[in-house]
């Protein structure tokens, strides 16, 4: 005699984690590097950083200075932030725009904000933060909106990063040196653009304030710039 299984609610929601702990497992490649576990959490991670995230863009120096800003910025509007939070968003917040970890078709930021807590677990990082990471992960990028201290103060040291002298540095490190796409103009109407989207978008008292000087270098620079290459016909 056949018997048929009766699922429970809490049968199912055990199933539903097994489900999930497995199909998390299946995403993680078994070369896929990973964090170094014991130790000092904060030094294994940026060591880690360092080391895969290599990029003139969004790589691990992009990062550091991500922190130093947003730690900046929330000194100047006296504003607490918690540290182990900032560090490691700051540190990991573009690992996805990077294979392995990157996802065809999703968002780096959503990815980043998936993941993490695998590259995080075992390190010592204190787990119980991990959604606010996460948070701060997800909304790294200026057109998002942050919740939380350490979401708006990454936020905008990211955003700022696109602006000045070292908004030129990283676009301008895009250009494909073989004559492909992005070409010198094209960094340009990057630029152009990020004059017009970015300052906006940044929302603390402290951010404000930065990006007027970082608008005024980058404006200068690219007026520079087209009077030195025919309106940038030339570069």
């Not at 030094?43 to 003139?56: D, G, I, N």
């Not at 960094?187 to 608008?215: D, F, H, N």
Request: aromatic share 6%; hydrophobic share 45%; proline share 6%.
């Amino acid at each position: 005699m056949l018997h048929r299984l009766r699922l429970t609610s809490m049968h199912c929601l055990a199933l539903l984690i097994v489900l999930a702990v497995v199909a998390a497992a299946l995403d993680a490649r078994a070369d896929e590097p990973v964090i170094a576990k014991g130790g000092d959490w904060r030094v294994a991670v940026r060591t880690f950083a360092q080391q895969h995230l290599r990029h003139p863009a969004w790589g691990a120096s992009h990062s550091q200075r991500d922190y130093d800003l947003a730690r900046s910025l929330a000194a100047a509007d006296h504003v607490a932030l918690d540290d182990d939070v900032l560090y490691a968003a700051a540190f990991l917040h573009d690992v996805a725009a990077f294979a392995p970890w990157q996802k065809h078709g999703v968002d780096h930021a959503d990815r980043a904000a998936q993941i993490v807590g695998r590259l995080l677990e075992g390190t010592g990082f204190p787990m119980a933060k991990l959604d606010a990471v996460r948070g701060a992960i997800r909304t790294h990028m200026y057109p998002r909106e942050p919740q939380g201290p350490e979401a708006l103060y990454l936020h905008d040291a990211d955003a700022l990063d696109w602006l000045g002298a070292i908004g030129v540095a990283r676009i301008f490190g895009l250009v494909d040196p073989n004559g492909g796409q992005p070409d010198g103009p094209a960094a340009v109407k990057m630029l152009q653009e990020y004059l017009v989207t970015v300052p906006p978008r940044i929302l603390s008292p402290a951010g404000r304030a930065r990006s007027a000087e970082r608008v005024r270098q980058l404006q200068d620079y690219l007026k520079s710039l087209g009077a030195e290459s025919a309106d940038f016909s030339t570069l």
